[in-house]
């Protein structure tokens, strides 16, 4: 029994066990051999017909001459051969040798030879050899595919059901291809019509409103289900790329600001790591594929954004256009400032996530860049995320590439760029402390509560427990201290390098101003190898004359930072600070130089309030006459500052009621024109300028005056009011400021007084007339009465 090569149908159950993938395989197998074999055939039928036109453009020889030619050829070269008479062959031969004379490949061939037809060289085949060797394949139909259909089940069984796919016909799409792509030549053809300036302003509206109403729909979509709509996401940051010329710059703008939202929004509150291999292999529930390839799509979409903001800013740095842009040179400074803002958004906004490393290197440096919008923009986005780094990891990465950026510029970059340092949220740093003082206190059971409320039994437990609590809570904080301690310390070490280089290689550089002011600021937390040569290095910039006013103040208030904290072990004279700022405190006045006070301020109270045990007492009297002087002749907020200063002075040091005598204490006289502190001889003067501070026009000078003739109490009619009395100089220096030309207390308005006046009439009798102006005439009519 012959076995039938029939495909069989597989069962349902068949179709059960086999898996969806597999199904999926087998079917894009089936497809793509259908497509292999349609276009095979196609080449085949497209040499064909180059064959065929090949044959038709060259004349062939006849058929009758080529065989008298192969007829002569063999009877020539075989002369004693027989020739066989044709009445001697079969009716069958015969006509079998007709047939054969009748095809152009018969003829051809040299029958003599017993050599196969392809042994000859292919130079001298000609056309119709060529098109002899073409092998004949039948047009074969392609396999018809099946859709499986639900099996139907009846009395006999289950039947299974299917239908066959259609076949898309290549040809015919072919030649509607063609059709279509002339129809579109026709149409480009035809001339479009003019439009008025006012028809192409309300089309450009209608596109545009047309676009934003489609941003919407695609924005909302995406916050409402953010898992679901991945594609819609793509979709919209395909809109990136809008190619229409007259919306083109609003409608990128547009998708740039709404992608940066929407990230702000969706975004997890944690960096997605990628999958392993053996994770990718590991069979997993549906929800947590399903996450997966959220997070997945997630990430990959902002990569591409920020990739398509970088290409924006470089390609207008680079004043470089694409040929296939449609947007001009000069709207794409407004594209740069906007994808500026978005990276500047998300810096801040999304410091935990993927990419933020991406994100610095990109901001960082423009904010050395010459567009001043620009640098302003990327400096306050690092300021905002100085300040809101609680742990550290994201100012670490920022200081890391603002050192390299200056010592890769060498040195050559804005002030603004070190003076994002000093919003470093860094405090204290200290790399050795006991286990007790970093673990949070609890408290527990004392031993009379055991006593009174516990077992025995349960007081041997409760013991174990606190014992066990202990040592997990000192773990807990050690660890997560021990973290931030150690990226405090690095962030340092690599800012005082770089402010160490700037002392080192570019003292004149402009730079120094932000390197000492943020010495400063952290000279505290500096090495004590260092101080030494420190100190001596800023008493060199001091004295060498080439800093400004403000740059000293900084240099004299960085060394005594130095020696306030972990200075104090060293004996360590710095009378030289003292005298420098005690002779230039002069140069202050309430022109351009009156901000500088409260650098100043910050100066005096390092230097005498948290060193007074080591400043004599001529010293102190020196400089609170000095600063009494400087009072009278400064804004009134530097006046309120300067007497807060003297009232500590007072408050501080013994003695210093001299200066309220008239009376001289010892030899010698005052010499204010003196530089050195210690022998001007200031306790033989008084401090007379306070009377003439208690008739200045700003109320609260007039109160800190009669408060400091008074002796500066604490308590009674002469103490100052709390609001006053516990603010330090320099938290009053800013609240009495005047920058916005406001005045501090507001000034009251004065009703104007009603004026009473009186005249005599014509009758001889007395008016009065009541108001605000007097009424002159009736006085110039009087006058000759009178």
């Not at 292999?36 to 180059?50: D, G, H, I, P």
């Not at 190898?529 to 008493?539: A, G, N, S, T």
Request: aromatic share 6%; glycine share 2%; proline share 5%.
């Amino acid at each position: 029994m012959e076995r039938k090569n029939t495909k069989r149908v597989p069962s349902f159950r068949k179709l059960l066990r086999t898996s969806q993938i597999k199904l999926d395989n087998k079917l894009k197998n089936k497809q793509y051999k259908q497509k292999s074999a349609a276009k095979k055939y196609r080449k085949e039928q497209k040499k064909l017909r180059e064959a065929v036109r090949d044959a038709i453009s060259r004349k062939p020889f006849p058929l009758e001459e080529c065989k008298k030619k192969q007829v002569a050829g063999k009877w020539e070269e075989k002369e004693e051969e027989v020739a066989l008479p044709l009445d001697m062959m079969d009716e069958d031969d015969l006509q079998l040798m007709e047939d054969l004379a009748q095809k152009a490949s018969f003829l051809t061939r040299d029958l003599s030879s017993n050599e196969p037809v392809h042994i000859k060289k292919r130079k001298h085949e000609s056309v119709i050899e060529k098109y002899e060797k073409v092998p004949r394949r039948l047009q074969t139909e392609p396999e018809k595919e099946l859709i499986h259909l639900l099996p139907i089940k009846d009395k006999s069984g289950i039947i299974p059901q299917a239908v066959e796919k259609p076949v898309l016909n290549v040809a015919h799409d072919e030649e509607e291809d063609a059709e279509e792509m002339e129809e579109a030549e026709d149409t480009n053809e035809e001339p479009l019509p003019i439009l008025t300036p006012e028809e192409m302003a309300a089309q450009r509206r209608q596109k545009l409103q047309e676009r934003k109403m489609h941003i919407a729909a695609l924005a909302s979509a995406i916050l409402s289900e953010p898992d679901n709509n991945m594609k819609k996401l793509k979709e919209l940051r395909a809109m990136l790329m809008e190619q229409d010329p007259n919306v083109a710059v609003i409608v990128r703008k547009l998708v740039m600001v709404s992608l940066m939202e929407i990230f702000k929004d969706i975004v997890p509150s944690y960096k997605i790591r990628p999958l392993t291999e053996a994770e990718k292999a590991t069979k997993v529930k549906k929800e947590t594929q399903k996450l997966r390839e959220f997070e997945e799509g997630l990430v990959s979409q902002y990569k591409f954004y920020l990739e398509n903001l970088e290409q924006t800013i470089k390609d207008w740095k680079q004043r470089k256009l694409k040929k296939s842009n449609v947007i001009s040179l000069k709207a794409y400074k407004g594209l740069a400032e906007v994808a500026v803002k978005c990276l500047c958004e998300l810096l801040v906004a999304l410091p935990h996530f993927n990419f933020h490393n991406n994100i610095i290197v990109l901001i960082v440096p423009l904010m050395n860049d010459p567009s001043k919008m620009i640098s302003e923009l990327c400096v306050e986005a690092v300021k905002k995320l100085f300040k809101q780094d609680k742990l550290g990891y994201a100012s670490l990465g920022v200081v890391k590439v603002i050192s390299g950026l200056v010592r890769g510029r060498n040195y050559d970059v804005r002030p603004e760029v070190l003076k994002v340092f000093l919003h470093l949220r860094i405090k204290e740093v200290e790399l050795q402390k006991d286990s007790e003082d970093i673990a949070p206190k609890k408290k527990f059971m004392t031993y009379k509560e055991k006593r009174k409320n516990l077992s025995r039994m349960q007081r041997k437990w409760r013991k174990a427990e606190e014992k066990l609590e202990r040592e997990l809570l000192e773990a807990e904080a050690s660890e997560s201290k021990e973290k931030k301690l150690k990226l405090h310390t690095e962030t340092l070490n690599i800012v005082f390098v770089t402010y160490f280089r700037i002392l080192k290689k570019a003292q004149k550089s402009p730079l120094l101003p932000a390197v000492l002011e943020g010495l400063a600021k952290f000279a505290h937390l500096i090495n004590v190898e260092f101080f030494d040569d420190l100190l001596i290095v800023l008493h060199s910039l001091i004295a060498s004359g080439d800093l400004s006013y403000r740059e000293s103040l900084h240099c004299i208030l960085s060394a005594f930072h130095i020696l306030s904290g972990q200075g104090d072990v060293l004996n360590i004279d710095p009378m030289k600070f003292y005298t420098h700022l005690y002779k230039t405190l002069f140069s202050l006045h309430a022109g351009g130089t009156n901000e500088d006070i409260g650098i100043v301020l910050q100066c005096l109270d390092v230097m005498f309030a948290k060193r007074r045990k080591q400043v004599s007492q001529q010293r102190a009297l020196a400089f609170l006459k000095r600063l009494s002087i400087l009072a009278l002749h400064v804004l009134p907020n530097s006046s309120i500052g300067i007497l807060a200063t003297n009232r500590i002075f007072m408050q501080t040091f013994p003695r210093m009621d001299l200066l309220l005598d008239n009376e001289s204490q010892g030899s010698g006289v005052y010499l204010p024109e003196l530089e050195e502190p210690e022998h001007c001889n200031a306790q033989n003067t008084a401090l007379w300028e306070l009377h003439l501070l208690q008739r200045h026009y700003h109320p609260t000078v007039q109160k800190f005056a009669s408060h400091l003739i008074a002796g500066a109490p604490t308590e009674g009619s002469g103490a100052l009011p709390l609001d006053l009395s516990q603010r330090s100089a320099a938290e009053l220096f800013e609240t009495y400021c005047m920058k916005e030309m406001t005045f501090n207390p507001p000034v009251a308005s004065v009703t104007p007084r009603r004026k009473v006046m009186s005249h005599v009439t014509q009758d001889n009798k007395v008016a009065i007339d009541v108001g605000n102006e007097p009424n002159w005439e009736n006085y110039l009519g009087l006058l000759p009465a009178l």
